[in-house]
């Protein structure tokens, strides 16, 4: 059985950090595009970032570019997403997703998140100003 457990969120101030965790089981990241979306109340869901161990590509929303990274740990099949310099703009429920069939496309990501078929439950994340 394919489940994602995400865990790392929090309350933050303004310019801080939080590192998200997205632990896999019932499936090897190896075989899987992993990803983050977030949705905050009133808002559509965005897809945040996401990763293809298979070609190696990420993909980052301009939203984020440059201040989140996006990881894994093949060891502890485990899918990280480090957020530094926080905005009050990216509270939100961050949810990990993953799917053996859609990509992650380094231009197109935002797209194929939404479409992954497998989701964890999300992680609150809120960022005082």
């Known amino acids: 059985e394919v489940q994602l457990q995400a865990s790392g969120g929090g309350l933050v101030q303004a310019g801080g950090s939080l590192r998200l965790s997205c632990a896999a089981s019932?499936?090897?990241?190896?075989?899987?595009?992993v990803g983050w979306f977030r949705q905050a109340p009133g808002k559509e869901r965005e897809g945040v970032s996401c990763?293809?161990?298979?070609?190696?590509?990420?993909y980052y929303a301009d939203s984020v570019k440059g201040r989140f990274t996006i990881s894994s740990d093949r060891a502890k099949n485990t899918v990280y997403l480090q957020m530094n310099s926080l905005k009050p703009e990216d509270t939100a429920v961050y949810y990990c997703?993953?799917?053996?069939?859609?990509?992650?496309?380094?231009?197109?990501?935002?797209?194929?998140?939404?479409?992954?078929?497998?989701w964890g439950q999300g992680t609150q994340v809120t960022v005082s100003s």
């Open positions: 997703a993953a799917d053996p069939h859609y990509p992650c496309g380094s231009t197109t990501g935002s797209y194929w998140i939404l479409l992954y078929n497998y």
């Open positions: 019932g499936f090897s990241f190896d075989d899987y595009a």
């Open positions: 990763i293809s161990r298979s070609d190696g590509s990420t």
